[in-house]
């Protein structure tokens, strides 16, 4: 799954097109990361997903 977020409202979803017209940028995975610092960020995007758009 790929989260992506918008550049313009910094909400993330999983559409392309945000709600505000901007198009979505792909967040990158934190793959190199062993104490997985992006883990509240992975989190906090599932959250804004559930309660957007998708
Ligand atoms: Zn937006």
Redesign the pocket.
């Known amino acids: 799954m790929h989260i992506l977020k ?6 993330y979803g999983l559409k392309e097109t ?5 198009v ?1 940028v792909r967040v990158k995975p934190a793959k190199y990361s062993p104490e997985d610092k992006y883990a509240d960020y992975r989190r906090k995007a599932k959250q804004d997903v559930g309660r957007q758009d998708v």
């Open positions: 918008c550049p313009s409202c910094m909400l945000c709600a505000c017209g901007s979505r």
